[in-house]
């Protein structure tokens, strides 16, 4: 055990409680083990690099779960954890957190060395146990349960053998079997570490056998190879597939959007005949008797013909990214596609689909660099409340655009990280599509709702623009303010849209801007000739083919498209010969 219990009271239960539960929605990341809470300690507390993962040690918290939970993420703690597992005894019911038994948070990643257990750490996982060591009450079965499932898949992941020389507790230097035994196979470990060694956690009401024992037998599956996302286009089959091990017989529940599918027990999973409906995000649940395991969440991206939705318009000049959503995260004018990650999905838009935020995990990873002003960044956002403290639309490590401005104002705002949060005069109604633009002008930040300008802030960031759905705290590595509710027809431009061009994006409503190259009309300016009428993504220049026979096409040339829409001549048609043409956008 390793914290004072005058420090930790200092702090207040209710704190503590709130603290946890708005840390772990705002700071939401992938723990290791599924089962487990993300809560990482205070960003830096541990080793990011040491000798091996070859030992798990044992501790009690000689206190409280959410008290050891909140003093490991002070700055002023010189100790760290992998991982906190509840209790639910109370001796005292005033003391009482009300937390389920076998609750287990994670605090510093695998890959990491926690600093729990001095000359220790360089080789060892550490797992705090909440209670004492004079009372054996607290260690609860959910406790010795969770913990065992815990051990067994550090065991699994990190090739640690699940013995009692390599499971041990802190008080383990008093243990001469194992001190002999280090001597002999650790030598470069001090058992004690030179006499540094004086706690004596878990102490001797821990009961070893037992725990053991739920250890070794009837381990649940282990995930060997996880799925992998998939990108496919639309009609094509899609096929997920997991290899698991673990004692006989393994059952399988293939997930979409966390939800499970029907029939799908495989260990493999397929769609024929994918359509945008199928987009989404896709795990598995493969269990024995020992227990079940999850695989990571993967993406099926659907890949479908672009299409102009009737009454389309241009879009402005100046455009450079543009994700619509529909199936996949790609960016149709700019190639900056999109990533999805954890809690994300598809779901309907405003145009065709949206992409879809859960408000705990999910966003969608750009990797677009800050664009600095003037530029504009337009939205259809439909929203609901996040739990966290705070939403944002977009996020790159520095600024965010903020769906809901912290701390649950819900109002719309920019930020600087660690400089200050900017409120608009606007909340987003909830359930409802709106649509907002923003502008940076250099020397300031506007917001325009559904077309007209509401608000303009004294404040001027470069457009963050690497995630969408989430922020991102690049000081601490850390995901935070993942929005709930969805986001479509995401533009960005490297110019300052004039009022009228906001104006006339809301009003293009459900039509959008058009996506797809197309042919608006075919006038004969003159004997011999055919002008070809044409629309697309503004900016892109227009090839022309031609071809006789429908099978062999030959480019005829290419004609620039400034505004949206342009006019190629084909001086070259007689009456002779049937003639087909075909225009795409690069
Ligand atoms: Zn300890």
Known sequence: MHISLTKARRIGRAGLAIGLWLGATAAWAQPDYPPAIWEPAYPGHWYTSGDSHSFCVIHDMENYYLAVISYFQQSGTQASIHYCVNSEYYDNPAADDGLPGGLIVQMVSEQYWAWHALCWNKYSFGTEHEGFVSNPAWYTEAMYEASAGLQRHLCDVWGIPTDRNHIIGHNEYQNPNWTTWMAANWPQISPNCSGAQTHTDPGPYWNWTHFMELITSNPAPVIVMQPTNLTVAQGASATFSVVASGNAPLSYQWRFNQSPLVGATASSYTTNNVQIANAGGYSVVVSNAGGPVTSATVFLSVLSQLTNPAGCISAPTGMLSWWPGEGNGNDIFGGNNGTPQNGFSYAPGKVGMAFHFDGLSGHLNLGVASIPAPWTACFWVNRQDAPGTGAALTGDGTYELKLEQYNRTRQVGITKIGTGDYAFNYIAPAGTWVHLTFVGTGTGTELYVNGVLQDTLANNIPLPIAYLGAGYVRSSSRFVDFMLGSVDEVAVFNRALSDSEIYAIYCADSAGLCRAAEFAGAPQ??????????????????????????????????????????????????????????????
Not at 544 to 571: K, M, R
């Open 525 to 586: 300016p003159g004997q011999g000739r055919l002008a070809l009428n044409l629309r697309g993504q503004t900016g892109k220049s227009f090839t022309i083919y031609a071809s006789t026979n429908l099978v062999d096409w030959a480019p005829l040339g290419t004609v620039p498209n400034p505004g949206g829409a342009a006019q190629f001549v084909d001086y070259a048609v007689t009456n002779a010969v049937q003639k087909f043409y075909r225009a795409t956008q690069p």
